[in-house]
Each structure stands twice: as C-alpha cells, then as structure tokens.
C-alpha cells in the first residue's frame, strides 16, 4: 500500500529566507506526484505536478524535484513571503490507479515578516 | 470560472440524521472525486467516478453513498450520520485518466454531527 510522508509537519521562518519542504512515498511505481496548497478554511490549489518521467518542474519562486527511484521530491520555495503561509500537501498517483491521489499530511509553513 | 462548486459550505447534524452534499463541476470532466479531511491528516479518498453511471469504492467508503447520473453532479450521501463523520468533505474533479492535469478542488463542506 503507497503510503506518503511528509517532513516536517510544521516549519516556521523569517521573511525572505529558502525553504525545503520534504516528501517521500513508499513505492516507487507512480504515476505522477503533485504539490498543493492549502489556506485556511479553502479547497486545494494545485502548484506542480511532475511527471514520472521528469526531474523538475518550476513555477515562479516554486521548484519541485522528483526522485522516483528514492521515493523522494522537495519543493523549494526561494526567497519566501508572508503570503506563501499556508499548508502545502504532497500527492502521488500509483500507477494503475484511475487518478486515486494519495496525499501526505502537510507541512504547515508559517513565514513571520 | 466556476470550476468545482460544493455546497452547503457548512452544516450541522444531529446523529441519525441524513443529508446529501452536492458537488458539480463545469469544466466537463468525467473523473470526480469525493474526500474526507480530519484535522491535522491527508485527505483520504471516500468514493470516485470515472464517467456518467460508474461509481467506485475508495479507501473510506463505509457509511456513504454516491450517485453520478450526470457528467457535471457528483452528489456524496450520508445516511445515517455518525459522530466519526465530522470533517471537512472535498470534491474534486479532473479530465480524463492519466492526463497529467491536476486534480481541481472546491472550498469544502465543513460537517459537525452532534
């Protein structure tokens, strides 16, 4: 059974600093592995969504890698800002799966001005 | 944009009670799903749909019931309601199987069962 982890459950930092969000997956057979955000009271906004067959995926100030074989991605968000505070989730389709996300738990990040 | 629209946004129930959470989509995607969210933990998957007319069990289905009779509604149904049923209900919905696109969620159906 694909389980999800995510480390650490609760990060707090100062404005302007380089994070490191962590994740990791039990079994290597996946399809894709999405990063979402969640604020307070809302749904999930997708960020990235990396392929199997990718490495990375950027948007902005957000990079996501994914090492399949490890079971592991980071999500790295540079130069951080009190707006990015919110819970971010990790998710991965198992291959054969009909689209079945399986979600980690969240690391809430709090950015402090 | 519409997207994914649930209602009610909030509810409380007494135990025993029955009530349908609604769900729709606008974006003519044939996968729908149905979450649970318990404070502090992942979502979990209740129950999905990979087209008009097919349901399927997801890894928490006791206690609830879907219908899907149309593309855009994917209603969840709570028969008889349990105290371990409060939580937050997600749907979401994407395009096709393995399309690579990301799943779009609504803001949620905050469920108290008192």
């Known amino acids: 059974k694909q389980e999800v982890t995510q480390i650490p459950a609760a990060l707090s930092v100062p404005e302007g600093e380089n994070l490191v969000l962590n994740c990791s997956f039990t079994d290597s057979a996946i399809y894709n592995l999405q990063w979402f955000r969640q604020d307070p009271g809302k749904g999930l906004t997708s960020l990235l969504l990396?392929?199997?067959?990718?490495r990375e995926q950027t948007s902005g100030r957000l990079n996501a890698s994914l090492d399949k074989s490890s079971g592991r991605s980071t999500l790295y968000i540079a130069a951080s800002q009190p707006g990015d505070s919110a819970t971010y989730l990790c998710?991965?389709?198992?291959?054969?799966?009909?689209?079945?996300?399986?979600f980690g738990k969240g690391t809430k990040l709090t950015v402090n001005p | 944009n519409a997207g994914v629209t649930q209602t009610p946004k909030f509810r409380i129930l007494k135990i025993g009670q029955s009530m349908t959470l609604q769900c729709t989509q606008d974006m003519n995607h044939n996968y729908m799903y149905w979450y649970r969210q318990d404070p502090g933990m992942g979502l979990k998957l209740i129950y999905y749909s990979v087209g008009a007319g097919i349901t399927d069990k997801g890894e928490v289905p006791n206690g609830y019931n879907v219908s899907r009779s149309t593309t855009e509604d994917f209603p969840l149904r709570l028969e008889l309601a349990a105290p371990s049923q409060t939580s937050v209900y997600f749907c979401?919905?994407?395009?096709?199987?393995?399309?690579?696109?990301?799943?779009?969620f609504g803001d949620g159906t905050r469920l108290s069962i008192l």
């Open positions: 998710a991965v389709i198992p291959e054969g799966g009909s689209e079945k996300l399986v």
């Open positions: 979401a919905s994407t395009a096709t199987g393995y399309s690579n696109q990301p799943q779009h």
């Open positions: 990396i392929q199997s067959s990718q």
